[in-house]
């Protein structure tokens, strides 16, 4: 009984062999060291779950992994890793493939090297910073821009004018002959409770009242 | 309209994620007790981390297979591992600048200053003991009596094992490394291997060894018991010499061995008494000499013996927190310590392991680390120095299987009306004084200092600081953030946290005493029959009521018997009763005394893995069984879930982008069953009615399984569930990895049509008036495992819903919206316009785990298995608790903070803003008046 069990024991590590690669390292992360103690791989498939931790050198191991596709995931506080697939044949090889999340298995990716090589995707960040306020960027922003534009268009463009009259009295001319047919300013005319009885008030009219108000001041 | 559902769509799909962790707010709205569990008092131990260090760490492992480094100065975790599953067996041993641990058949080093991984090895026996020899090359015995050398993660030599010899432990001593067996019926086997060559010589003892005996190997002696403790036998290793015996004292009930160089400590444990016996072992001699005895003190104390420099030290830790300090050649204390906490009694120290280091004139520096055991709540730690007790931490509440929320008073409400009350209960002049001495009250609380606090009230309003709480205890908080979680440990003990204030304990009470803690069974649930008044339902059928707010025994009751389940059912106004179903499917009804009202509909488990559905008479409370769903023969039924007891429904209908309705299908006794066919490697779903037992929807998903954990959770009229799908579905190619499956209930496949009940007034589940959903699917490929699934609540169903899945791997919690997973998602096309405007966007297959939606952001949450969550008095928040391992505590907002002002919102700049803009006003009102003036006159001019 005791031998039958040695013996099962042996087939399994024949048929077992241990997965391993190492953290390299890249441009996102230059000294792998720097990952956390707690970054660990998980080595999935139908019945079986492996797990393991980074070692203090930056590689990792799957002990006795028996014969199967599995999926290659690592589990990091602060980056993300895109997911491998890693086929454990009979004949003790192990091949590694890129995969891609939601396509059919049999889609395989890029064939990677053996042992392992895993390089982050992406830093990770938890946090949103909430926007304080801040000046530049609201200098930046279109909708201030506009304003300023037109803010700055209000102030030069009765300079110009005067200029432009100065130097050319017929334009002062047809300028003050618009004036005085068109009224001072259609907006300060504006009789809002005419407005708002339906009744259409004549420019003139309001021309008059307004005159008064402005005499009262 | 149109324009602004479509603005507001659009603003909703530019937001950032939803309910994501700001960065002001994390570590301040959240809160998280890491725990590890009851230390094994064999692998826990004072060590300095490098060679060099000057202070040492604690490292221990607990019975969770958590191996932590504690740092004694506060209690904080340096570093933890999670390295099995369940309770599993283990050992901890120091190497130079390394802990080296084994559990089950996995032997790992790590760096003792942070916790990396050193080497690891794998067998596919289990470790029994584990010696570390010079470095970190350790030699380990295996469950079936081999021993290996192990460095740096391989096998040096192995040595097999001889066939019925029980191993107990491995010493080492010198360049041999010995191996202790106990050989049935014959004695002991001692079997030393050079460390070197790893061949082996054997050596047998004859003793008679019962099963309540105790074995101890150090590096110099083997001690054993023979005949039930009745006798002792010490055998000094390394020299040619037989067994010394000593006679046990009468009554003990436990023998305790420790030793550390030539000081070997016999620690006796009567019912009430307990004391020491201290030896030394002489190494030349070959004998054991009797150095002295300590009288008997306190039971259940711990001692524990520690060398600094050439002198040994023993302390001994009484359970009302006294210590005495001894050294190895006389009885006299040293130095004794007396304690000033309080103590009820009846806690005993289960373990001690002590750092001391002499200072002048006979002072000593003492720390020791204890794990103690009260009634409902078992090992506890403590740092103890010098008698005062540094820090304490909660590892009982590791253990935590239920927990029910308790809402707290609103101060606004119901303080008025508890002096009311009390006003009512009076006579006249009685209610009179009452009312005078309660104005004269209201006078003092909003007196002077009430007036003099104003001005800080309103700056700290201003500058986003904190609001100070004027209220504590039972009362609430303004927005309802504050709630206890009454959770219940395994071993009978009741603690209430304050979710609001970062898990604050706000009291403890337990529910066993010392004597029948050896029957208690379990906490089955805890239930809020009314306010302030919890409802606690015993497995072993006992029903206790304990105020919510003190943690006092109202009364316990007997129900009458083992309860199997139990529910709670609102029975008009606020009156809620519980019932329970005992064994033999008899019903009791409590709180006792307290009336059914109306027949109820109720499941429960049957004995042969089927699902019954009982009526329950109100007046005789006997049973009839209405329907039972039997899954299918190769099937059993692995959970069944129903929605949350709050969860309300803001609205019957979705609103489509053509402003057609799709109505939801709404029943509140929906119920899911997950059956899993572990042969055939299938899981099964079936949402039933639960009146009537109908089936309303199943689906099969082939392939899933069934080893992995496949968690599902309810709400409104969906259900979200995850499983493991491998690569082939009955001969179809699929995608492997966990999937995660949505599923959506509508009364009809077409919008504005309410399917055949929709004239009906009233429907009646009985007579099979239910109609028959239309369900829409969707299932994504999730990137993690999911062990447990939760899902927000807020006070008035408005606010959209969020999925919260406990990814075990990474010691998550993610939040997922639930608009993510909406099964209206379009497939193969991009979104029309209409479906732009529902906020839909096209169906991708793969979710990304978003870090922004990671609740627990940068802390790790070990060993979590369950999610709760109650509305906070927000409409926009949810408060979240999860507990199982580690306790954690957080509140989301999944459709924004809309209803209150954030931490973003400043009111110094708006009042910064306004000011800005009156002044600006002041120099250009005269200017523009000077202006028009002038217009009018030049013109009419």
Known sequence: MKLLALLSFLSAIASALDVQGTFAPSPLLPNPSTLPPSTSLTLTTTGTAKRTLIRRDNTFSFHDVPEGSYLLDVQCQTHQFAPLRVDVNGQGEVVVHQTFRGNEWRNKGEKKSYPIEIQPVRPIDYYIVREGFNPTKLLGSPMVLIALFSLVMIVMLPKLMDQRSQVDPEFKAELEAQQRKGGANPVANFDVASFLAGTSSSPSAGGTSSGGKGKKN | MRLFCRVLTGVL??????????????????????????????????????????????????????????????????????????????????????VIAAVDGDVKAFDAIDGKLIWGMTSSERVKD????????????????????????????????????????????????MALYQQPLKGLRIATIPTETGKLSSS??????????KIYSSASVVVWTENSLGQIKFLVLGVKSSAVSVAAPERVVDIKFQASGKTLLVHYETEDKSWAEVYGVDQMKGSVDSLYSLGAKAARSAFSVTEYGSETYITWTLPNGECFLYGSKCADVLDSY??????????????????????????????????????????????IRNGKTMWSRPESLVSVTTSAWVELLDPAAEEVAEELD????????????????????????????????????????????????????????FFGFRKYAVVATKEGGLVALDVGRKGLIVWEVSLVSGKDSGQWQGVQHIYEVAKGTLGVVTCGGEYWEVDAFEGKVLTKEDVGGRVKSSTILMRGGKSKVIIVVLEGDRIAVLPPGSALGEPAYIVVRGDAGVLNGLRVDNIT??????????????????????????????????????????????????????????????????????????????AIHAGADTTKPITATMSENWLVYSYFGTEEVNGEPGAKGYQLVVSELFESRSPNHRGPLAAAQTYSALAGEIGRPH??????????????????????GITTREVLAVMPWSSSIIA?????????????????EAEREEGLMKYAPALEIDPRSVLNHKRELLGITDIVTTPAQLESTSIIFAYGGDLFGTRVTPSMPFDVLGKGFSKIQLLGTILALGVGVGFVAPMVRRKQINQRWLTLS
């Not at chain 2, 740092?71 to 130079?96: C, E, M, Q, Y």
């Not at chain 2, 047998?204 to 005996?213: C, E, G, H, K």
């Not at chain 2, 700290?460 to 039972?474: P, T, V, W």
């Not at chain 2, 692995?638 to 949350?644: D, E, F, L």
């Open chain 2, 13 to 98: 799909l530019v937001l950032p994620a939803v309910s994501a962790v700001y960065k002001d707010e994390a570590y301040q709205n959240d809160w998280h007790l890491a725990l590890i569990g009851a230390s094994i008092p064999s692998s826990t131990f004072f060590h300095q981390p490098a060679p060099d260090a000057k202070a040492s760490l604690i490292y221990t492992l607990t019975s969770r297979s958590i191996l932590a480094a504690i740092n004694p100065r506060d209690g904080s975790i340096v570093w933890r591992h999670l390295l099995g599953g369940g309770t599993s067996f283990g050992v901890a041993r120091k190497a130079d600048g390394a």
């Open chain 2, 130 to 177: 584990l010696q570390v020899i010079g470095g970190s090359i350790a030699i380990v015995l295996f469950e079936n009596g081999s021993v290996a050398k192990v460095s740096g993660g391989k096998i040096v030599w192995e040595s097999p094992a001889v066939d019925g010899d029980i191993p107990q432990s491995l010493l080492v001593q010198g360049n041999n490394v």
């Open chain 2, 204 to 213: 047998s003892i004859s003793a008679s060894i019962q099963p309540v005996d």
């Open chain 2, 338 to 383: 007396t304690s000033d906490s309080q103590n009820n009694g009846d806690v005993s120290v289960l373990s001690a392991i002590s750092e001391v280091i002499p200072k002048t004139e006979k002072k000593y520096a003492v720390r020791t680390f204890i794990a103690t055991s009260s009634p409902g709540f078992h090992a506890n730690t403590h740092l």
């Open chain 2, 422 to 477: 009390v006003e009512g209960h009076k006579n006249v002049i009685g209610a009179y004084v009452h009312r005078l001495t309660r104005h004269a009250h209201e006078l003092v609380t909003y007196g002077p200092d009430w007036l003099a606090g104003i001005p800080g009230r309103v700056t700290d309003a201003f500058l986003g600081n904190e609001i100070r709480e004027e209220r504590g205890g039972k009362w609430r908080d």
């Open chain 2, 621 to 698: 409370l006997t049973t009839v069984k209405t329907w039972d769903f039997v899954p299918q023969p190769t099937e059993r039924i692995h959970s069944v879930i129903n929605r949350p007891v709050h969860d309300p429904i803001a609205s019957i209908g979705k609103v489509l982008g053509d402003r057609s309705v799709m109505y939801k299908y709404i029943n509140k006794n929906l119920i899911t069953i997950i059956a899993t066919d572990p042969a055939h490697s299938s899981a099964t779903i079936y949402i039933l009615e639960s009146v009537s037992g109908v089936i309303l929807y199943s």
């Open chain 2, 775 to 796: 369900v829409l699917s969707h299932s994504y490929i999730f990137p993690a495992e999911i062990s447990s699934l939760g899902v927000t609540a807020t006070k008035q």
């Open chain 2, 816 to 832: 997922l919206p639930k608009r993510l997973l909406d099964p209206r998602r379009p497939v193969g096309h991009d979104p029309s």
